[in-house]
């Protein structure tokens, strides 16, 4: 994407905060843009630029995006045709990692299992090397019933604990 953006009053430029509006019809619009009442909950993209530059009201910031969404790569490049400054960065050799993240990160969390990952170890412990996947299938539904809401979900449960996690 190419975006040419007008600076609306002086200040110093550390990158571009990016968001998006979509119009999905007529007078139906979808947006997480952080100035807008009703956004949707979607994180927008600080893109920083190598060093702070200060920047006139009415001077013109030129950006080009591009993204590999699949793979977590953006680059982006920034042209102030003012001074003709130039800024290109990307994810290549990093990561972008939001706040939650960087908080699973920390040593000091203190880790709790979620319920997909007890409802999985319900599976694993009928996994004891003597039953076949028709008898662990029944054991987890004979046993925990509730486990999930239905007992399809259930037997697509077991299925793909099996299929992932017991060769």
Known sequence: WNARLQVERPGKLHGLGCWFDCELGPEAWMTNSPCAPH?????????????????????????????RPGEGLIAWAVHLPATGRRFSQ???????????????SSPARVPTISAEA???????NYCDGRRTAREVEESVLRDFPALLPGEGEIRRLVADVLARDAP
């Not at 530059?53 to 995006?65: F, H, P, Q, R, W």
């Not at 990307?90 to 699973?104: E, M």
């Not at 007890?118 to 694993?124: C, D, F, G, I, T």
């Open 118 to 124: 007890r409802a999985r170890q319900v599976v694993w």
């Open 39 to 67: 956004r949707i909950n979607r994180p927008q993209a600080f893109l920083p630029i190598d060093e702070t530059v200060s920047v006139a009201s009415g001077e013109v910031i030129e950006l080009t995006l591009m993204a």
């Open 90 to 104: 990307s994810t290549f050799h990093g990561v972008a990692i939001s706040p939650f993240h960087l908080a699973q």
